[in-house]
């Protein structure tokens, strides 16, 4: 009962073509010619039945005998009665050809109707699939908007292997925080550093810190799974990336100032907006010139992809190798150069 009123509403919701009006009027105009072919007979019926009654009367009148008197009188009778009979079947006729009538030209209205709006249908889908183009094309393009770091202060968390391993973390940390002193809106940046995180420290400083940007210092496995903290924080990429994905304020940025890392840039990406990691092995000095110069460029009120650039010009400057190893990566709908991470307050 139930799939029978779904499809009877399926059916009703469903646009009638105009060949379906057209079969439809067919089919009523052949009911409707049917219907006048009664009435038509059933008049002449009545007519004929009429006209021997009255003979059968006349023919009563003229004779003397009573037994043929009777006889034509009940004639007349049973004529007049075949007669009303006609009459009342050609009424009931004439009215199934008014409502027939009715009907079709009903139809032949709503045929009209159909058959111009199937002229007008391909210009019409044209013309909306256009539009949808557009709004479509529009869609893919607008960027989309970041979490505002603002009126908040940009949260940096600074993570790192250990406090004097190869890559000198310490230093890499000492120097980011000077050159973010050193920067315009030094006042809008919050630094929150651990050389040598432990997993639960990790996971507090993501839940507790809230950190805008996780920068990672580390020497990275290149191979998938492998863990990014070596003996301190044990996490793989793809556990960092689903600790990251799992707070409710996710990081803007997560900067993997590392060697090898390339092979973390997919799992993380589709948790946050952007990446910036280093796709082959890079010297110590390139990659704290890099990390110091985009914070100062960040805290200075530039945009993502200028502070990206900017930190690579750094590094080549300096008459260093590796300045062409920073990859930023970032999700499909988002514009880097459009997103600032620190925007000074209205003078």
């Given at each position: ?196 995180p432990t997993t639960d420290m990790l996971l507090d400083a993501l839940s507790r810190f809230r950190p805008h940007v996780v920068h990672l210092s580390s020497h990275s496995a290149n191979e998938q799974g492998a863990d990014l903290f070596h003996g301190h924080a044990i996490a793989s990429a793809d556990a960092l990336a689903r600790a990251i994905a799992a707070v409710d ?99």
């Amino acid at each position: 009962m139930g799939r029978a009123l779904a499809a009877g509403s399926a059916r009703k919701n469903t646009p009638t073509t105009a060949s379906s009006y057209r079969n439809r009027l067919a089919t009523k105009h052949q009911a409707l010619a049917d219907a006048e072919k009664k009435v038509s007979e059933f008049r002449t019926k009545e007519a004929d039945r009429r006209a021997k009654a009255t003979r059968d009367r006349s023919a009563a009148a003229r004779t003397t005998s009573v037994g043929i008197q009777s006889a034509r009188l009940h004639s007349a009778q049973r004529h007049d009665a075949e007669a009303n009979k006609a009459a009342r079947d050609a009424s009931i006729w004439s009215t199934k050809a008014a409502r027939y009538g009715r009907e079709a030209a009903d139809l032949a209205a709503k045929l009209a109707k159909a058959e111009q709006a199937e002229r007008r249908a391909p210009a019409s889908q044209a013309r909306k699939e256009s539009r949808l183009s557009t709004a479509e094309a529009e869609v893919r393009s607008a960027p989309k908007k970041l979490r505002a770091p603002n009126p908040e202060k940009l949260r940096v968390l600074l993570l790192g292997a250990t406090s004097d391993g190869d890559l000198r973390i310490a230093r890499e940390q000492q120097r980011i925080r000077a050159a973010v002193q050193s920067a315009t809106h030094r006042d809008l940046i919050e630094l929150e550093a651990h050389p040598a995180p432990t997993t639960d420290m990790l996971l507090d400083a993501l839940s507790r810190f809230r950190p805008h940007v996780v920068h990672l210092s580390s020497h990275s496995a290149n191979e998938q799974g492998a863990d990014l903290f070596h003996g301190h924080a044990i996490a793989s990429a793809d556990a960092l990336a689903r600790a990251i994905a799992a707070v409710d304020d996710k990081p803007l940025i997560v900067l993997l100032n590392s060697s090898l890392s390339e092979i973390q840039i997919t799992q993380l990406v589709a948790a946050i907006p952007f990446v910036i990691a280093m796709p082959a092995s890079i010297g110590d000095v390139d990659a704290i010139t890099y990390a110091a110069r985009f914070y100062a460029a960040i805290a200075d009120g530039q945009s993502v992809h200028a502070a990206h650039l900017l930190s690579r010009v750094a590094v080549e400057m300096n008459g260093l190798d590796n300045h062409d190893l920073p990859t930023l990566s970032y999700a499909a709908d988002i514009d880097p150069r459009a997103s600032k991470l620190v925007t000074p307050p209205p003078v």
